[in-house]
């Protein structure tokens, strides 16, 4: 019995290392930005499954690239908070050569895959891991400049799933931008606020007003998040009347949760209890304007 398990013992340090590799694309986030560039194409109409694949296998590699990247951009702070200091960079299980290699490699991947299926595909989304990596990343400690270009970045994988199949500004994909946009703001400031102790110390600066000022930012928390259900009436003359029922519904279902669960000094039950809503929200917007369109 003992020849058979040398050869599992030696395989033990390889995947704890593949991993270690894997938690730098920070896969569940890599899925839901995935997850929205799927739901852009479907919404654009896709029929073709082989975009369906690159948008896959790129939208992953180029998401997870951009993720290592701020990582490796990020070690020296990651080392001094709390729910950053395991990951694999900072607890030396990876090198920061090694990080960037891997990113490196991810993002020309990633702009390949993307390619297959146009060539301004790919090129929207490498503006848009340009965008988070040397726009979000470096301004994280100047302030709300850097939850702008996030927001941008982040509502740009939608906007590639419908273009891979309908290269045509048109009233939905101005729709699912404006809606990821504003979705973006909410977000963020219940995951800053959830770990705000951890941002001071790293020097981090996401809220329009200083922590201090907690009325203040959470007026302007449900000023964005009342942004949700306007945007169906922004749209009102040019979208389908079933979808902008369906955003209004949406919209104002989670305003009224976010009124309910987030006061002037929420909890941290409260807000994982809203961060999980707004996942459910995000998920039955796309899954709806899908089937409505």
């Known amino acids: 019995m003992l020849p058979m398990q040398v050869p599992i013992n030696l395989s033990l340090p390889f995947l704890s290392k593949l991993g270690a590799y894997l938690q730098l ?9 995935v997850f929205s560039s799927v739901m852009g194409a479907l919404i654009g109409g896709l029929s073709d499954l082989s975009i369906l694949g690159w948008l896959l296998l790129g939208g992953y590699a180029i998401t997870g690239s951009a993720n290592t990247m701020n990582q490796v951009w990020e070690h020296a702070t990651d080392s001094l908070m709390e729910r950053t200091c395991r990951r694999p960079i900072p607890a030396g299980i990876i090198s920061i050569r090694a990080g960037l290699i891997f990113g490196i490699l991810l993002v020309i991947i990633g ?9 301004d595909v790919a090129i929207i989304g490498f503006l848009g891991w340009l965008l988070y990596l040397l726009g979000y990343t470096p301004l994280k400690k100047k302030g709300l400049l850097a939850v702008f270009l996030g927001a941008v970045a982040g509502a740009l994988p939608p906007v590639i799933g419908y273009w891979s199949v309908s290269p045509a500004v048109s009233p939905l994909l101005i729709a699912i931008f404006m809606l990821q946009f504003f979705w973006q703001f909410p977000h963020f400031w219940v995951i800053a606020w959830i770990a705000r102790r951890d941002y001071e110390r790293a020097g981090f600066h996401f809220f329009p007003f200083s922590p201090m000022h907690t009325r203040s930012n959470w007026l302007v928390f449900h000023f964005m998040l009342g942004a949700l259900p306007v945007v169906s009436i922004i749209l009102w003359p040019w979208l389908p009347w079933r979808v902008e029922a369906w955003i209004l519904v949406l919209g104002l279902l989670v305003s009224g949760i976010g009124l309910y669960l987030i006061k002037e000094e929420p909890n941290q039950k409260s807000l994982r209890y809203f ?19």
């Not at 961060?275 to 369109?293: D, E, K, N, P």
């Open 25 to 33: 694309t920070k896969p569940r986030l890599t899925i839901l930005v």
């Open 111 to 119: 702009i390949f895959t993307l390619s297959l299926i146009r060539e």
């Open 275 to 293: 961060l999980f809503t707004l996942s459910v929200y995000l998920t039955l917007l796309y899954l709806g304007i899908w089937l409505l369109r």
